[in-house]
């Protein structure tokens, strides 16, 4: 939790769901009907790597977009 002024530990995290699940169901990507009866770990792995890199970039643009304008 780099930058963050949390010990490790102290942010509760899911147990009986998997990382990937639960982060694509944190951010609203999928549900949990989706994730059982439709999409594939392919799938999910394709959507968080799409959302991540949308993040990245995002943060980038208006990290350095004010610096430029």
């Known amino acids: 939790m780099a930058g963050l002024p ?8 899911t ?3 998997s990382y990937l ?3 694509v169901m944190t951010t609203g990507l999928a ?5 059982d ?13 799409v ?3 949308s993040e990245h970039n995002k943060m980038l643009v208006n990290k350095y977009g004010n610096e430029y304008s």
Do not use: K, M, R
């Open 6 to 13: 949390f010990q490790e530990g102290v942010l509760a995290q």
């Open 15 to 17: 147990v009986n769901v």
């Open 37 to 49: 009866s439709v999409l594939g770990l392919e799938d999910v792995l394709n959507i968080l790597e």
């Open 51 to 53: 959302f991540q890199v």
């Open 31 to 35: 549900s949990y009907v989706e994730l």
């Open 21 to 23: 699940a639960s982060q």
